[in-house]
């Protein structure tokens, strides 16, 4: 099948529900082809999700039976950490033991995506060839909901596709390493030495998302200050100090270098964490968390599409007038209208 044949023919704007338009993709086929490792699809798949094609309920139904599998992996830090190096290095590691391995590159201010940045062209070729990893780069400004619902959707699809880990990388600015932390099952923090990050972490809430620490740039002096310190303000957080709760490790790294890294530190570390998840049931909480976290983003996107149809309409008017006239009182009139929908 050519790509055109896959053509997306909306008549009308699609909005994140996936309610509006009509769709001319081959989803089932997609989804076939996607988990049998074909990278296209799974490129093609995520695009569909990402430009809020209207085959997104099709989409997310075909995948559903498929997807559960995957460890979700969060990576956030600094612009300037080493995320994007750390990340290779990592999926270095992981491919060394046979997994495969997705990545999304989310960045929260480019409205580019799709792979055209070229910080991922630069990693693309560092695992050229290689059918177990994809990385796809996904930006999330100007697009409709952002991060928070675009991103679960394109990880469906990487778990879909049989990824065994799939790392979300995004630069830790605003809101975003929130967003990746309630996406991810285990959540890393990068820092560097001498960036003030220590004290920038602890304002952003950072230490309160993050479940293993990574002092990058180890090679640098002031690294073990940077340890020191971040222990420091992990001892004055309460959380921590609680019986059966995780405390966040922290690993030094020097994920430029080829060898003796950090890097299967890390991977260790991640591994403990997984086992503490799944044994204290932390793991299942947060996994429950995430799907209501994106049901409600759904239901609320497909009432303001709805509360768009509404607009101008004559029930509107109607209810408008009303309260105007004095017959009835806005919040009356709100669950009357919400009543209708
Ligand atoms: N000395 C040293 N340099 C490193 C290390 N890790 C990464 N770097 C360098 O730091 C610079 C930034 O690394 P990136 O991986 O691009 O950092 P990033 O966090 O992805 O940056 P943004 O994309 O701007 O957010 C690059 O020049 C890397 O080569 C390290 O462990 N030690």
Known sequence: MTSEGLAVQADAPAGPTGRRGRRAADVP???????????????RLISLVEDASPALREVAAALAPHTGHAQVLGLTGSPGVGKSTT???????LRATGKRVGVLAVDPSSPFS???LLGDRV????????????????????????LSWSTPQALRVLDAAGCDVVLIE????????????????????????GMGDGIQAAKAGILEVADVFVVNKADRDGADTTVRDLRYMLSLGGRHSEAGQWRPPIVKTVASRDAD???DQVLEKIETHREWLAASGEGQRRRSERAAREIEAIALATLRERMGDVHGSAALGTLAGRVVAGESDPYRAADELLDEL
């Open 29 to 43: 086929t997609l989804v076939e082809r996607a988990r049998e490792g074909d990278a296209r699809s799974v490129a």
């Open 87 to 93: 990340t290779t290095a990592l999926v270095r590691a």
């Open 114 to 116: 799709g792979g055209a």
């Open 123 to 146: 990693r693309m070729q560092d695992h050229a060839g290689d059918s177990g990893v994809y990385i796809r780069s996904m930006a999330s400004r100007g697009h409709l909901g952002g």
């Open 170 to 193: 995004t630069v830790g600015v605003g809101q975003s390493e929130l967003e990746i932390a309630s996406l991810a099952d285990t959540t890393l923090v990068l820092v560097a030495p």
């Open 261 to 263: 890294n950090g890097i």
